[in-house]
Antibody, heavy 120, light 108 residues
Framework: QVQLQESGPGLVKPSETLSLTCTVS????????WSWIRQPPGKGLEWIGY???????NFHPSLKSRVTISTDTSKNQFSLKLYSVTTADTAVYYC??????????????WGQGTLVTVSS | SSELTQDPAVSVALGQTVRITCQGD??????ASWYQQKPGQAPVLVIY???NRPSGIPDRFSGSSSGSTSSLTITGAQAEDEADYYC???????????FGGGTKLTVL
């Protein structure tokens, strides 16, 4: 059973960089796509971006200029960096595995989520 | 990018059938996937593809699609089905992901 676990600071100052890591266990990170999704308090889900194990990436158009996602296959991890954060970036951040098929996309495994608050 | 539209809230009497819908142009080309999210928990995939349930999802959950609308149906809703439900799909013009705004299901 694939399991995902987010880790990283729960508090980030405005204008600084939000950094999170997702550790995958119970399966290899290789040959799959991996994604970050966030959920502001009391609001809906927002896709941030995804990466393939080889390193190719795709990001939400509104976040593309501020985000990077990278993989470390040796540690079975992938990471998120969101630059120049504001209070609007306060959210629960989830990592998930995304299955990209010609018929559509689905997120089949999710981490438990981690709350990141942007505040001075 | 594409958008997916969901009704903000739906209610159903215990044991009755409820349909939750998701509307968007991308659904003419791609299937929606559906997620159940209970308070304080991560979303759980309940339906994907034409009408596929991951292991462990009760068979009272089913999916269907017609034109630009996809539907999640719960036949014989249980108290534990009270949750937020989200749809997602592939964007129509790019390899992006789109989510619906979510539907809060209340079981009366």
């Amino acid at each position: 059973q694939v399991q995902l676990q987010e880790s990283g600071p729960g508090l980030v100052k405005p204008s600084e960089t939000l950094s999170l890591t997702c550790t995958v266990s119970g399966g290899s990170i290789n040959s799959y796509y991996w994604s970050w999704i966030r959920q502001p308090p009391g609001k809906g889900l927002e896709w941030i971006g995804y990466t393939y194990s080889s390193g190719s990436t795709n990001f939400h158009p509104s976040l593309k200029s501020r985000v990077t996602i990278s993989t470390d296959t040796s540690k079975n991890q992938f990471s998120l960096k969101l630059y120049s954060v504001t209070t609007a970036d306060t959210a629960v951040y989830y990592c998930a595995r995304i299955r990209r098929e010609s018929s559509g996309y689905r997120f089949d495994y999710w981490g438990q989520g981690t709350l990141v608050t942007v505040s001075s | 990018s594409s958008e997916l539209t969901q009704d903000p809230a739906v209610s159903v009497a215990l044991g009755q059938t409820v349909r939750i819908t998701c509307q968007g142009d991308s659904l003419r080309s791609y299937y929606a996937s559906w997620y159940q999210q209970k308070p304080g928990q991560a979303p759980v995939l309940v339906i994907y593809g034409s009408n596929n349930r991951p292991s462990g999802i009760p068979d009272r959950f089913s999916g269907s699609s017609s034109g630009s609308t996809s539907s999640l149906t719960i036949t014989g809703a249980q108290a534990e089905d009270e949750a937020d439900y989200y749809c997602n799909s592939r964007d129509n013009s790019a390899n992006d992901v789109v989510f619906g705004g979510g539907t809060k299901l209340t079981v009366l």
